[in-house]
């Protein structure tokens, strides 16, 4: 449906062409940032931060990277834990190797090393399509893990193999390591999640978004209307790794201080991920935001009602999460296999015309 | 020198029957796929959740006791009896079918005509869901399956190659039975497909679901029968690996130790998945034995899917698969 809403005039082609049309969610945005930067910094504390918030900031960020190359380019990947190992270990030894430049630098240089890694598993996506790419990343996935697993260059000698987050400060406050405050670590991670929402928007909207789109409807077609496959698959491959490796360089200095690689970056991380941007939706920011919100959401919900409101066992509890994550997702694809993004769409739609449809 | 080809041959012997078990878990994989297109993630924790029913039935374990002691109080965990293993088998083969039909009515039913990645996340909700759900029912902790395979080193080969090399091969009783039965088992799918009537229904289902439709054939008959076939490959892979390692959640490992295999023998194909086991089983002890101790070991864990990419690149429908026709 064409989205936009009588008596807001457009009189440029810049103010037509923006990216939320509609007054009402124009405002809706800049109050949610307001309250974002403004308000929350001011009124949380570590548990929430911990339970709640860090996670939902970085996985947002990954599954907004996700989105890019599933949603809107169409290549299946579930390497998407190897590259926030990538992300993560590239950090590790940028922070260690180089102690007087800034966090914030090693973060985004750590989101380049996690591209350069994410073209190349990406090159066999100009041969292999479908599942068949979906279970090669696999390998990048497997193989990335053992890597920093075996090879004691990257987790400096350490006895335990594990690696852990010094202290760094940005502007005077620290960041990373044990003394961080909670709304220092809430901030940081705020500040990278919405300038990775705003450059994947407008990314996505662009000419590199619209080609990646031609690839993922079919890509021979967009072929034969000029976007070469080798250069759009390869950019969906490297713009999708930054993001992922910035969350993993986020994930590991910020938020959680110290990782063991195959307990943190393992399989279930790639799913978890891709679980977050199916159910948010395939191809839209917004989902991504959805998709992770709810699933950081959910297991909290279930193990406040579950063992501290009934007074279960935790395994138990665990087991019984576990049943409800798969039958919602089954649950979600059934009902709206477009995700939450599009259950959105719908619901204001009907909102606007509400309550004359006709 | 020959000391380290006779340890090679051994290695390569032991691969060669982890492979089978591969292809086990992979023909499964293939049967769904070629008959609905969903790439069934779930297979491995079918195999979990096949072994966790047999053992639960033999122990004669009380289904949820864990839920009804925490929300009751009560302390029941047994009902007091053993079942023959005969009689599991067969009792967990209809809670196998239960399941197919449930998956069927309740899931893949209402998302027929969705595009494959959707389906194939549906599968992965589906196997969360049956893990939690085995958990749930039979308790979490690792437990021992024991339907009277033998078990333990084969003397009869450790004496030959003794007397011919001088050095006893190592190979597990339980290895070659799985072999065996591994064997029977495809030989009977092969038969099955090829000359039953069903066999034939199904087939047709994989070539055209609308021409199959037009001559009669029930698709949900032939789902709910493909997704029970899936299931009993998945009871048969679920007591080897149960017997030989317990059963535990390692054991839903074993679908991503398929995926390789499939790729390189092709999604579509049972003879692929036969010899794509056998492959990615050999090559990756080969690769343990020989690379292994240069580069710290533990290769096992990404190797298949290495050899799986590379193979790829070159031929990217795999071994046996049908050759991709790509039109606009």
């Known amino acids: 449906m064409f989205y936009r809403e009588a008596g807001d005039f457009k009189t440029s082609y810049t103010e037509d062409s923006q990216t939320f049309p509609i007054k009402f969610d124009r405002y809706g945005y800049y109050v949610t940032l307001a309250v974002a930067f403004l308000v929350i910094p001011f009124i949380i504390n570590d548990y929430w931060v911990n339970a709640v918030f860090m996670p939902f900031l970085i996985y947002s960020i990954a599954a907004i990277g996700l989105n890019i190359l599933v949603g809107y380019c169409g290549q299946v990947s579930l390497g998407t834990g190897g590259f926030m190992a990538v992300g993560a270990y590239a950090c590790y030894k940028l922070m260690t ?137 390869l950019s969906a491959f490297a713009v999708s790794s930054f993001f992922i490796g910035i969350a993993g360089a986020l994930f590991f200095a910020v938020y959680l201080g110290a990782v063991e690689v195959g307990e943190v970056f393992g399989i279930n991380k790639s799913f978890l991920v891709l679980f977050m941007v199916i159910i948010g939706g395939l191809g839209s920011i917004f989902g991504s935001f959805a998709g992770a919100a709810f699933l950081v959401l959910l297991p909290v919900f279930l193990k406040n009602v579950l063992v501290g409101g009934l007074g279960w066992p935790t395994d138990l509890a665990a087991h019984l999460e576990l049943v409800i994550v798969g039958g919602l997702i089954i649950t979600f694809l059934v009902a709206e296999p477009h995700g939450l993004a599009q259950l959105w769409r719908v619901a204001k739609e009907k909102l606007r015309l509400w309550p004359f449809p006709h | ?63 949820f006791s864990h839920l009804i002691n925490a929300t009751f109080g009560t302390e029941i965990h047994h009902f007091g009896w053993h079942v023959p293993a005969w009689l599991a088998i067969i009792l967990t083969m209809g809670v196998m079918v239960l399941l197919a039909w449930l998956v069927n009515k309740l899931i893949f039913q209402h998302l027929v005509n969705q595009p494959p990645i959707i389906l194939f996340m549906a599968a992965i909700g589906l196997a969360y869901f049956l893990e939690g759900l085995g958990d749930m029912m039979w308790g979490a902790d690792i437990k021992e399956l024991d339907v009277g395979l033998p078990q333990g080193i084969n003397t009869t080969i450790d004496e030959v190659t003794y007397n011919l090399f001088g050095y006893g091969f190592f190979i597990d009783n339980l290895d070659l039975w799985a072999t065996g039965i591994a064997a029977v088992l495809v030989a009977a799918l092969v038969i ?40 009993f490959v998945a009871l048969v892979a679920g007591i080897m690996w149960g017997t030989k390692s317990g059963v535990q959640f390692s054991l839903s490992l074993i679908a991503l130790k398929a995926l390789p295999v499939l790729m390189l023998g092709g999604f579509t194909s049972i003879p692929g998945a036969i010899v794509g086991g056998l492959i990615i089983g050999v090559g990756e002890k080969l690769f343990e034995f020989i690379v292994g101790p240069l580069v710290g070991g533990a290769t096992e864990n990404w190797f298949a899917y290495v050899l799986a990419l590379i193979f790829l690149v070159f031929r990217p429908q795999g071994l046996f698969g049908e050759k991709i026709i790509e039109r606009v």
């Open chain 2, 1 to 63: 020198m020959p000391e380290q080809f006779i340890w090679g041959i051994e290695v390569f012997l032991n691969g060669l029957m982890t492979g089978v078990l591969y292809s086990l878990v992979a023909l499964g994989f293939v049967l769904i796929f070629k008959a609905s297109g969903i790439f069934n993630f779930a297979q491995g924790v079918m195999a979990l959740f096949a072994a966790l029913t047999l053992v639960g039935i033999m122990e004669g374990q009380v289904p």
């Open chain 2, 192 to 231: 099955f497909a090829q000359y039953s009537k069903h066999g034939r229904a199904m087939r047709a289902v994989a070539d055209d679901h609308q021409a199959a439709l037009s001559v009669g054939i029930s698709l949900k008959f032939i789902w709910i029968m493909v997704w029970s076939l899936a299931g």
């Open chain 1, 97 to 233: 190797g180089f102690p007087d430049v800034s966090i914030a630098i090693h973060i985004l240089l750590a989101g380049g090393i996690t591209a350069a890694v994410g073209v190349l598993f990406g090159l066999p996506s100009l041969r292999i399509k479908g599942f068949y790419l979906a279970v090669a990343t696999l390998a990048a996935q497997f193989f990335l893990v053992w890597l920093f697993n075996r090879v004691p260059w990257f987790y400096n000698y350490s006895a335990s193999g594990q690696i852990s987050a010094p202290e760094r400060t940005l502007f005077g406050i620290t960041v990373t390591g044990a003394e961080t405050t909670a709304w220092a670590a809430y901030m940081f991670c705020l500040v990278f999640l919405v300038a990775s929402a705003w450059i994947a928007r407008n990314l996505t909207r662009g000419m590199a978004g619209r080609k990646w789109m031609a690839i993922r409807d079919m890509d021979i077609a967009a072929e034969i209307i000029g976007v070469n496959p080798l250069r759009a698959k």
